[in-house]
Every structure is written in structure tokens, then in C-alpha cells.
């Protein structure tokens, strides 16, 4: 099992620090720094998550995307990181030094990265930026639901990375009825499947899945049934699953019907996981 953040920790908060595009957080599923990219502006997603709690009200400052702009916020705040001043900022001057030591550059934020027009050109921007020498060398992560992953432009910028770097994807659930409920997507789990299957055949994936309460009713046994059997599906495809991440909801949802799962709840269903999968399963 993973340690946790401290309570004093953000955790998830994003802190965008005056810049446009660019951000950091504390992570726990990454146990530490992530310095974000938020690569859709306009909070594009095509989830709407019962436990999400973006706010998809258009941002004018930051509806459209300047790489040049998202290219010097980058550069500046590894600059920060590097000369340690992050101490310096009000959400961070109380952490620990192990919390603020940089886990990666993750391709995330308020909408789905995927459906970026620009990501390849992010992505080759980021690996630019790294292959420059300026800087320590650092880990780039994709945070994404997957719907995307098929797409040509995500799939060039998918073979800009290097196999150190990771990609987290999202799965909630076994079933589209329950993801529906869950995800509040129009997108079959099929094309998210597939996705992850075609992924996972040329390059490890790591799986990231809340499970919560909906409506003070925690997810039953027969669903987590279905949702072991589409791993071990996946698995059993040829996709390399290097971790499977089980955890709840952090800060407070949009949806009133959504309520956090204890420690021990989680801890369960990883327990079942790992029994009947044989995957790396950490609880967060």
C-alpha cells in the first residue's frame, strides 16, 4: 500500500501561480510534484465524472492555447523547482522536502489531454524542452480516460515518448451501464477497452480506478466481479499492465450523490485484485 500525503498536503490542488497553462500539484498517486500542462483550455472532456469537480465554466483567459506561451511557463517553473523555491509558495511552505521533489510533467489538467488538437505538438514541445540539457532529467506522464488513444494525432504523439515515461488510464468500472453512471460518457467501454489493449501490446499502462459511494450505495460485489474480469481481459489480450491504481475521491464532488470510500473499503477491493488478476495493485 502507498503512503499517504500528510493532511497538511493539497493534494490534486491545482495551482496554476499566475500562469495560463501551466500548474503544479501535489500528487499522491504519484507521491509528490507533478508540474501540470493543461491542454485544453476550454475544459474539453467528454466524461463528466459524478466525482469530478471542475468547474466547466469557459475560463476567457484561458480558452485558447499558445505553445510558445505553455513553452516559457514550462521552463520557468522547472527554473523554480531547480532553485527550490518552492517554499516560497503559500500552498507548499509547509511540505516536506520529499513531497517537493519533481515526480514528472504530467499532460492533464481540467479537460481530457487527448482531445487537445495540439498534442502532438505539446508533447514534442515537452520532449524538446527535456532533451535540452538545461534541466535535470524528468518523467513525462499522460493522464487520460482513453477515449482518445486511437486518434492520429495523440497516436504521433503517443511515439514521441520514451518507455520511462508513463500513461495512467481510466477505468471506473466492468460495465457501460455502470460506467455510465459513473462516467456520464457517451463513449462505448468497448472503445476504451480496445484502447488499452492496442496501447498496452507496444508499451506498458498503468490503470487508474475510483470507486465510490453513489447515492450512500458502495460499488457490490458482482460489479467489482466485472470489473476484474475486463483486467484480466485486457491482460490476458497481451497488454502490459504495470500497476493498477485503486482509489476514492479526494476533494469535494459535483454531484451530491458521490461519497468517498474508506481506506479498508479500497483495501478490499485491491485485495481482490491482486488474488484474482496477479497485477501490481496500489491503494491511494
Not at 171 to 191: C, F, H, Q, W
Request: charged share 25%; with cysteine; aromatic share 6%.
Amino acid at each position: 500500500m502507498s503512503s499517504k500525503l500528510p493532511t497538511t498536503a493539497p493534494g490534486q490542488l491545482f495551482d496554476f501561480l499566475g500562469n495560463r497553462y501551466v500548474y503544479a500539484v501535489i500528487s499522491q498517486r504519484a507521491g509528490g510534484l507533478l508540474i501540470g500542462i493543461e491542454m485544453n483550455p476550454d475544459k474539453k472532456c467528454n466524461f463528466d465524472c459524478v466525482y469530478c469537480c471542475v468547474n466547466r465554466a469557459p475560463d476567457r483567459d484561458r480558452r485558447s492555447f499558445s505553445l510558445r506561451t505553455m513553452s516559457a511557463e514550462l521552463k520557468a517553473m522547472l527554473l523554480r523547482h531547480r532553485q527550490h523555491r518552492f517554499k516560497e509558495l503559500p500552498n507548499f511552505s509547509n511540505l516536506p522536502e520529499d513531497l517537493l521533489k519533481l515526480k514528472g510533467i504530467s499532460l492533464s489538467g481540467e479537460g481530457e489531454p487527448t482531445l487537445s488538437p495540439r498534442f502532438a505538438e505539446v508533447v514534442g514541445e515537452i520532449i524538446h524542452i527535456r532533451n535540452s540539457g538545461q534541466w535535470p532529467d524528468f518523467k513525462i506522464v499522460l493522464i487520460t480516460n482513453g477515449t482518445g488513444l486511437h486518434l492520429p494525432a495523440v497516436q504521433e504523439g503517443l511515439r514521441l515518448l520514451s518507455l520511462t515515461d508513463e500513461i495512467w488510464v481510466k477505468l471506473d468500472a466492468g460495465t457501460y451501464e455502470k460506467m455510465r453512471d459513473i462516467n456520464k460518457s457517451p463513449v462505448p467501454l468497448s472503445t476504451i477497452i480496445d484502447n488499452i489493449v492496442a496501447l498496452g501490446q507496444w508499451r506498458p499502462v498503468i490503470i487508474q480506478s475510483l470507486f465510490c459511494s453513489l447515492n450512500e450505495a458502495e460499488p457490490e460485489d458482482e460489479e467489482i466481479d466485472l470489473y476484474i474480469q475486463q483486467l484480466l481481459e485486457i491482460r490476458d489480450q497481451g497488454a502490459d499492465i504495470s500497476e493498477v491504481q485503486i482509489y476514492s475521491i479526494v476533494r469535494p464532488p459535483s454531484h451530491a450523490a458521490c461519497g468517498r470510500l474508506s481506506l479498508s473499503q479500497l483495501s478490499l477491493i485491491a485485495r481482490r485484485v491482486r488474488s484474482e488478476t496477479g497485477l501490481n495493485v496500489e491503494v491511494y
